[in-house]
């Protein structure tokens, strides 16, 4: 029962985070909208039927679970995203050692979205 309870709090704060970066620049959308789908998975059929039906985050989670895929048009905006934030922390002056930590980490997120396959056509 503890563990139900946790599943459902876990998929509640994930769904806000997805939420969050639906509107926020830097924030992920897709990661946390997974993490939820997986917690309400575990906790509540109802919620879970919820997200994977929602017209807007549906089709992220179940292009990743049926297929392991990332849409192109999702991988193209993430590309932006990433070389955005990248570009505005030079703008901000951020330091060489910040720069080149933010460059690795995005290097490996890019790698890591753009090997992963477009899944089926829409």
Known sequence: MVSRYFWLVFGFV??????????????????FL????????R?????????????????LILNWQRHGSIAPRAK?????????TLFS???LGASVRILMIQA???????????????GPAA
């Open 76 to 84: 193209r905006l993430a590309m932006v995203v990433m070389a955005a």
């Open 34 to 41: 997974l993490l939820a789908a997986y917690a309400f998975a």
């Open 104 to 118: 690795v980490v995005l290097a490996g997120s890019a790698a890591f979205i753009l090997t992963r396959p477009d």
């Open 43 to 59: 906790s509540s059929p109802r919620f879970h039927e919820w997200l994977v039906n929602h017209p807007r985050f549906g089709p």
């Open 14 to 31: 994930a769904t806000g985070c997805g939420i969050a970066g639906a509107v926020l620049p830097l924030v992920p959308t897709t990661p």
């Open 89 to 91: 922390s030079v703008l």
